[in-house]
C-alpha cells in the first residue's frame, strides 16, 4: 500500500504559486519522497526528490518537514500546462508505491 | 539519447492470445521495471529487474512473464492474455537500484483484450 496521503483535488490560477500538500507519517530514516506527475494518459514525470533537506530545481521545489512526516511540493509560477495529477511517494527501496495522487487543475 | 522505448504504443488482442510489449532504454541504467495502470488509478508495479539476468515479483505479477538478458532490454510478455489485463503499461528505469534513484517512464502500451 501507499504509505503517503493527499487531497484528491486541487485549483489553482495560472501564474500563481501551486502548493501540493503530502503526508507521510510512517516514513523510515532511509528513505526519500518523490514527486512525478502525469498529463493525461502519458508516461509519469519526474519532478523531484528528498531526503530531509529542501530541494529545488527547475521545475518545483519540495519543502519537508523537520519530523520528514510530511512535506509539499511548490510549483512557483503555474501554468496551463502544469494541469496533471501528482504523485508524491516514498520510495520502498527500490520499488515506487503510486497512491491516487492530487488532481491539479491550472485555470486561466 | 532516446531514454526509454516502449513499443507497440496501441495494440488490441483477443482473449488466449500472447504477446510481448517491449521496452528498451539506452542509458545504461541498471534497474528496469514495468508498471500497469488501470482508469482512474495509480501505477501498479508487475515486475522488475536490478541488472542483467536478475528479476524479481512485484505488486501484481500473475500472468506476466520477463525475462533480462541485456542491459538494454526488459521485455515483458503475456502468455494467455484476459480482459482483466487491458491496461496501460508503462516501462521505467533508473541508474541503480535503491532510495536515491529517479526512475524515468516510457510513454506506455496501450493494451486491449477482447
Known amino acids: 500500500d501507499a504509505k503517503t496521503t493527499q487531497p484528491p483535488s486541487m485549483d489553482c490560477a495560472e501564474g500563481r504559486a501551486a502548493n501540493l500538500p503530502c503526508n507521510h507519517s510512517?516514513?523510515?530514516?532511509?528513505?526519500?519522497v518523490y514527486w512525478y506527475r502525469q498529463i493525461h494518459s502519458q508516461g509519469p514525470q519526474y519532478i523531484i526528490h528528498?531526503?530531509?533537506n529542501n530541494e529545488t530545481n527547475e521545475m518545483a521545489s519540495l519543502i519537508i518537514t523537520e519530523d520528514r512526516k510530511s512535506s509539499t511540493l511548490i510549483l512557483p509560477h503555474a501554468t496551463l500546462r502544469d494541469t496533471a495529477v501528482y504523485y508524491c511517494i516514498v520510495k520502498d527501496t527500490d520499488k515506487l508505491i503510486f497512491g491516487t495522487g492530487t488532481r491539479l487543475q491550472v485555470f486561466p | 539519447n532516446a531514454g526509454v522505448t516502449q513499443t507497440p504504443e496501441f495494440q488490441v488482442l483477443k482473449t488466449g492470445q500472447s504477446m510481448t510489449l517491449q521496452c528498451a532504454q539506452d542509458?545504461?541504467?541498471?534497474?528496469m521495471s514495468w508498471y500497469r495502470q488501470d482508469p482512474g488509478m495509480g501505477l501498479r508495479l508487475i515486475h522488475y529487474?536490478?541488472?542483467?539476468?536478475?528479476?524479481d515479483q512485484g505488486e501484481v505479477p500473475n500472468g506476466y512473464n520477463v525475462s533480462r538478458s541485456t542491459t538494454e532490454d526488459f521485455p515483458l510478455r503475456l502468455l494467455s492474455a484476459a480482459p482483466s489485463q487491458t491496461s496501460v503499461y508503462f516501462c521505467a528505469s533508473s541508474l541503480t537500484r535503491g532510495w536515491n534513484q529517479p526512475q524515468h517512464f516510457g510513454d506506455g502500451t496501450r493494451l486491449s483484450i477482447l
Open positions: 510512517t516514513i523510515s530514516g532511509n528513505e526519500y
Open positions: 542509458m545504461n541504467h541498471e534497474y
Open positions: 529487474s536490478v541488472g542483467a539476468g536478475i528479476t
Open positions: 528528498g531526503l530531509k
